[in-house]
């Protein structure tokens, strides 16, 4: 009885055990369709998105930076080249303690105390996750030694890469400009497109000023795109496909470097400007601004007390005085004023002013005196021009009127910019009582007229500007847009910048040769600027000027030994040579240089010299600074 | 003609307390666990012969196993689990701390982590303890099994192991649930743990809420956390139906999957051999787990039927949670796949419940006479 109990109880119990395995089994299969279910969804419903993100883990595309195209001047010379160098580079958010990484680096790799300084600038300036140049230019040696211990240094590596330089310094400082590295300025600037940011996304530097900065696209280049499989880890397995990037065009330009170096030489300690012009096509052949800067500093910033230096300097060095200063033109207006007394027929040449040494306006007893207190006796326009006559300038832009005087000017390119391929530049003034209503609210007084004749008052001009008209009047009124680039060099193949014809001033053949001879006869015995031509093998047709940095009352005399260095006159001097058939003109701003004769016309003599005859200076002309800047009237202006 | 005797004879006792169509299984599941351990280790056969060694050793245990008759096992379930839970508690007061769990006791001579034991100690001690009261069963033994569950689990979850805890508490459950613990208090239990989530809830470390949360949204935190469950789906999903191929999987090859030769291996696999490798896969498992349970359902004594029916769902339980980690529809847990991925004690622990259930199958006929 109890067995057959035990025995139906097991019973019992081992069907119960099998209905719950049942369940069991029931569940197993319940999960297993579920994983099926799920191996279904992620590896053949979704596949295409997971194989999309397994590609996205795995290929990195990186841009490959193109080589930076040269800049090079009219015969080959490179004034901005690439040298392929080692830099130390950090990335600091893989660093985790930066300072003592520095001390640790600096035990095996030399580390200024400049260069420090320019990795902290670097740092505040930086986008994240970059890495920052700590040393450049790393010899063998320092290379060697990093490497051995490289594995110390996280975050820190060595980098082959290729450097700008310009070799020449600061003589092409403002010419050329440099690069930089960029900046969030630029940043945001290149993000403005989409194609210009996806061409940047390799490149750390960018044109700054001058030409790198004009030039950018044409000398970046265009990026290459690599694809490399990497692992978890970011490191590179090996390339998938390469596009090759594009290097950037050279430029070949139109300034001779020789004659830029000597032009920059020309100016010994004298601030100032020199630019000169090829009249018949618009070419520059010299770009002078002075002081200059070394634009090497610049290019993986500037350390802070080179910084410093440039920015607090009173001589203003990063200030492009040749493109941007902007000086009244001073008496080197006088050939353009004759040619506009021809041209509306207020003068004719023999017309002449008896010059007691100064001019009065009818109903006034204000005396505008000229430089020559007793006056230039009986002055006819060739002589006006010659001996630089104010009285005869004073009087002739009264009876032209300041409207005239502008619609006639203006065509010279004054009171505009010249379009030069340069970012920055400035457009200087050229008054007109339109102008005066509008900026003034005021009318326009015939006083005002009076002294714009001489190019005092309200006129300014940059020596770009004065080197332009200067190169239309010596190209008989034909005048090219002045350009620096001459053309853009690919593989080898040369595209020519075409000459523009800018303008085509309207002068009578006759008032040409006027002025002309008479801008000659300044450079002869009796004219203002003698030294300039003293045994010339060619004719130069030249005018002096002088543009007042402080203003004198009316009675007193201009005495400039007694003023400040920095209060003397600015000296300008406008030339072109030969005077017959020009191949050169210019235009020279010596920043209190006193008078254009004997400071700035030497200048202008020895980039002829040079151009016309291949003649090297022995010594600079004015390579002294100015011990005595006016040497008497005669040569005062 | 004695010679010629000794060698059918000795194979017939090393084979005769083996389970030919488990072993079938087994075997074709190791091939495939070598094989993919190969590619997983980019190649390296310092790994798979480290496994071989790992594997040698765990079918020189699973044939000791199965050569036990089961009911003398009964008599080490007592102090196996006392043993287990002294050390559990060491390791509590003790234990050496690594990567942030305290889980291994240095005994002086070796280091050991107890829960590995209590994987085979717990479902003992409970089957043996049904067995025991088998004829008298009441509400109250199954209270009692149930703190027999809960006193190692609590432990472990402590330590914390939740891999191990989960793996330990299922054993023991399948053995409630298969010794016919009510479905009336089933359902009680199931609805007590449903209505206590919100305070369970509170009850977790940031870090667990923090996993759960993931598991909902891997994407949160796609290089922390997420990381895991990311990359395994990426590598499982990109596997497309047919797979990569053989040692072209890029996910395992380029180092994007973590832990990819232990806990993730099931992410290479289904990397290189697609969904068509995956239903190969589950079918061997299916195959595996459905000779358990054929073994389970002719098992002759209780305490049998539930270690071989504990063993059998355990040994699934692995599988889902691995594969459902892996796949992104389960937390991610420290379970490894079964017999696939690289790892000694899992390997012998897992052999040596294959070992029982081949024990159970073979010693039957000797229990009844």
Redesign the interface.
Known sequence: MKRRV?FR?SQR?IH???L??A???GF?LV??F???T???Y???L??S???T???N??ISVVPTVPNRGLILDRNGVQLARNYSGYTLEITPSKVPDLNATLEEISRLVDVQPKDRKRFKKQLEESRNFESLVIRSQLSDEEVARFAAQSYRFPGVEIKARLFREYPLEEVTSHLIGYIGRINEADMARLNENDEVAANYRGSDHIGKVGLEQSYESELHGVSGIEQV?????GRG?RTLSHVPPVAGDDLVLSIDAQLQQIADQAFGAYRGALVAIDPNNGEVLAFVSRPGYDPNLFIDGIDEDSWEELNNSPDVPLNNRALRGQYPPGSTIKPFMALAGLFYKKRTPADTISDPGYFTLSGSTHRYRDWKKEGHGVVDMFKSIVVSCDTYYYRLAVDLGIDNIHGFLSQFGFGSKTGVDLQGEQPGLLPSSEWKTKRYKQKWFAGDTVSVGIGQGYNLVTPMQLAYATAILANGGAGYRPHLVRALRHNGVEKPVAPELDVNVNIDPGHLDLVRRAMVAVTQPGGTAVVASLGAEYAIAGKTGTAQVIGIKQGEKYDADKLNERHRDHAWFIAFAPADKPKIALAVLVENGGHGGSVAAPIARSVFDYYLLGKTPKTVAAAAPPEEPGDAGEEHD | MIRQALWPRLQRRLTQYLDPVLLAGVGALLLIGLTVLYSASDGSWARVQSQLVNIAAALVVMWMVANVPLHYLMRIAVPLYVTGMVLLIGVALFGEISHGARRWLNLGFATIQPSELMKIAVPLMMAWYFEKHEATLTLKNYFVATLLLLAPVALIMRQPDLGTAILIFASGFFVLFLAGLSWRVLAALATLAVGSAPFLWNMLHDYQKHRILMLLDPTQDALGKGYHTIQGMIAVGSGGALGKGYFNGTQTHLDFLPERATDFIFAVYSEEFGFLGNLLLLGLYLFIVGRGFVITANASTAFTRLMAGSITLTFFTYTFVNMGMVSGILPVVGVPLPLVSYGGTSMVTLMLGIGMLMSIHTHKTLVQT
């Open positions: 035990e109880n119990e119960q055990f099998r719950r395995l369940v069991g089994i197993v999960l297993l579920t994983l099926t799920r191996f279904f992620l590896q053949v979704k596949h998105h997971f194989q993100m397994a590609e883990n795995r499989e990497v692992d978890a880890g397995v």
